[in-house]
């Protein structure tokens, strides 16, 4: 199974920037469906947003406006541009694959989506 590494966790003030970055093992990997979760302490894990091949995205609610998801198809990578942070932001960030999820109405529900990584922490402070 293709490994998922992802990077560019951290601390941050509200009101700050973090760009996760997220990279296959195979370069040649070509997923339908790319995306981002989080989870809190305590909570179930959420979707954050998601891609599909041809740069369809599905944003929650709770990040539109401040978050950007992109993919480089040539480079097997994943991206989270995320400003104006907020504390309720802090959570573990993991990227995650599919073939099929990212089009659905049921896209954020994690236990959808195959494959995963093992996540970046980020922390937002006030």
């Known amino acids: 199974q293709v490994q998922l590494v992802e990077s560019g966790g951290g601390s941050v003030k509200s009101g700050g920037s973090l760009r996760l970055s997220c990279v296959a093992s195979m370069y040649t990997y070509r997923p339908y469906c790319m995306g981002w979760f989080r989870q809190a302490p305590g909570k179930e894990r959420e979707g954050v947003a998601t891609i599909d091949s041809v740069g369809r995205t599905k944003y929650v609610d709770s990040v539109k406006g401040r978050f950007t998801i992109s993919r480089d198809n040539t480079k097997a990578t994943l991206s989270l541009q995320m400003d104006s942070l907020k504390p309720e932001d802090t959570a573990m960030h993991y990227c995650?694959?599919?073939?099929?999820?990212?089009?659905?109405?049921?896209?954020?529900?994690?236990?959808?989506?195959?494959?995963w990584g093992q996540g970046t922490q980020v922390t937002v402070s006030t």
């Open positions: 995650a694959t599919d073939n099929y999820w990212c089009n659905s109405v049921s896209w954020s529900t994690s236990r959808n989506w195959g494959n």
